[in-house]
């Protein structure tokens, strides 16, 4: 199959209705306990409505979303709609004590915001704790145009996740209170089942049913909380076609590599000897000496022949294998040219990373020789609010108390951001809850430089409310006069999450066209608990239709 003719073909997949009016979706969430046996033990877990993971939404582009959150659980809880943009409506973004209040047991919200300009698969989870570890499910927005192309078939989504043998929440909590690293997961999952190679598993391995000589759409989304995936159909190749619920050119390729928070759509066709075949996927592990989940978990795509032969499995990349995972992510381009502005106005430079923190009196401190894990953005490390979301601080003019607006722009020392022995006097940063302003219409820069504090790793750093362009990535220091002219200004991706390459550096661009306050974090959430965070505060602009909506009466409080 050419690569026209799979746009082509992506493109019909995808446009299964007809020309119709927007509508609004109402769905009732849930959250309540429900139990699960996984890996010869039964669990009680959060859940939306029941189901792990939980329900699937299917939308046309320009329909709206109504989520009554209804938390009958034991947790405070918010649901963040992974990739959507919006536009104004920030207050149902999601991340706690950014953008609302928690929802807490006993209490309801209702979500409210419109899915506009954006086609392909996104996806929502839990912002609140590790509850994501088990509350998430699918987003599909399907093109609201028809087409004359009779599609073919498109299967059920691919979640790949993470299970503890634990509850995730005492996870967290512990590794909070220790200042240690949190226990690695104990198995992944695809579509909530570990598969075929761990203990009580087998009988509930994830099962593709297939059709010989179809193609089919297949839609990925790695909803780990700390793990990136390699991800391999035995015997088959996969073209990438979109990725965040953005076009990308067909990319045609045996391995995919999702980091947590990133979707792929690939079109598959199954032109193998009738049989089963395994997909499998594990961890690409980037951070030298540090702990993961080694092992591999697989689903079944059948193509309903008999056979007692086991299915074929695919050869998977050593887990630290950078040069396969850079070769993924530079493939990737947009379908269409980019409208990129021909000016900076905010150019911005962030490093990103792991630290530590000294230990003070009356801690415990279970990080390396006595200290306590941290992480930050150009030495800042995040710090959640409690007496208030940053965005209710901003909208009433009370940030006294809550945050400040003083985020640098750059690392306040510069050094040899990835060298193999960086000072210990660089390894602790700052805690803060800071914001960096940008105007509503600029044009924003910003060069995401991965450190070697600690231990270099690569980092998805995912930002709300936006897409932006992914310019160019690459390994060791970023240096302006060297790597600006690698910029790809033709047909760059657009994402909503970004690997910032092991001891490297990316560079992203986007328009500040949406008013808020809108977090940038690693979508590791041992690293977002650790401080890697921050958030932009983007003014309004002129008039209605370029400022934040009035924040709704049932908003949480504090």
């Known amino acids: 199959m050419s690569n026209s003719q799979c746009a082509c073909l992506f493109l019909s997949l995808t446009l299964l ?66 990739g959507v943009r919006q536009m104004r409506t920030g207050w149902s973004d999601g991340p706690e004590f950014v953008t609302q209040c928690p929802v807490r047991p006993g209490q309801s919200y209702r979500y409210r915001f419109t899915v506009a300009a954006q086609e392909g698969t996104l996806w929502w989870h839990a912002h609140s704790s590790w509850l994501r570890a088990t509350v998430y499910g699918a987003l599909l927005i399907r093109p609201r145009d028809p087409t004359d192309v009779q599609p073919a078939r498109e299967l059920a989504p691919i979640l790949l996740g993470e299970w503890w043998d634990m509850n995730p929440v005492d996870v967290v909590r512990a590794a909070t209170r220790t200042g240690a690293a949190p226990n690695i997961s104990d198995a992944l999952t695809v579509n909530g089942q570990p598969g075929d190679l761990y203990n009580c598993s087998s009988q509930d391995t994830a099962v593709f049913p297939v059709k010989s000589g179809e ?44 980091a947590p928070g990133q979707t792929t759509d690939v079109l598959v066709t199954f032109d193998q000897p009738p049989g089963r075949y395994y997909l499998a996927a ?40 950078t040069a396969t995972a850079t070769a993924f992510t530079t493939s990737l381009r ?77 690392p306040p020392v510069q050094f040899d951001y990835t060298a193999q022995n960086v000072s210990r006097a660089l390894w602790q940063p700052v805690a803060g809850t800071k914001v960096y302003k940008l105007k509503y219409g600029s044009s924003v820069q910003v060069v995401l430089q991965g450190t070697n504090i600690f231990a270099g790793e690569n980092h998805p750093i995912h930002i709300h409310g936006y897409d932006f362009y992914i310019l160019a990535e690459g390994s060791g220091n970023f240096d302006a ?78």
């Open 334 to 410: 947009g379908l269409r040219k980019a409208e990129l502005p021909s000016r900076v106005d905010e150019s911005l430079f962030f490093t990103v990373g792991v630290g530590l923190f000294n230990c003070t009196k009356g801690q415990q401190c279970g990080g390396p020789n006595g200290t306590r894990f941290a992480a930050s953005i150009n030495n800042v490390s995040f710090v959640l609010p409690s007496s208030s979301s940053i965005l209710q601080a901003h909208y009433h003019g009370a940030a006294g108390g809550v945050f400040t607006a003083d985020f640098p722009a750059n």
């Open 215 to 258: 193609t089919n759409l297949l839609r990925f989304i790695n909803a780990a909380l700390n793990t990136e995936l390699f991800v391999s159909l035995a015997g088959h190749n996969m073209t990438v076609v979109g990725a965040d619920a953005s076009y990308t050119k067909p990319y045609t390729t045996s391995l995919l590599l999702l």
């Open 282 to 321: 594990r961890a690409y592990a980037s951070a030298q000496g540090v702990p993961f989940d080694n092992t591999t978990t697989t689903a079944i795509f059948d193509y309903g022949a008999a056979s007692a032969s086991s299915p074929a499995m695919p050869t998977l990349p050593p887990y630290n294998d």
């Open 17 to 82: 209705c007809s020309l119709a009016a927007a509508k609004d979706q109402y769905h009732e969430f849930v959250i309540r306990e429900a139990t699960v046996k996984r890996l010869c033990k039964s669990h009680n877990i959060m859940t939306v409505n029941g189901e792990f993971p939980g329900p699937t939404l299917e939308i046309n582009e320009g329909d709206s979303l109504i989520i009554n959150l209804i938390n009958r659980g034991r947790y405070n809880v918010t649901l963040h709609w992974h």
């Open 481 to 558: 006069g060297r790597d600006t002219g690698k910029f790809n200004m033709d047909d760059p991706p657009m994402r909503n999450t970004v690997g910032v390459p092991v001891n490297g550096w990316a560079v992203i661009r986007f328009v500040a066209d949406n008013p808020g306050v809108w977090l940038m974090h690693c979508h590791l959430d041992v690293h977002i608990t650790w401080g890697l965070a921050m958030a932009f505060l983007v003014d309004d602009g002129v008039g209605e239709l370029q400022s934040l909506e009035a924040p709704p009466p049932d908003l949480p409080l504090c």
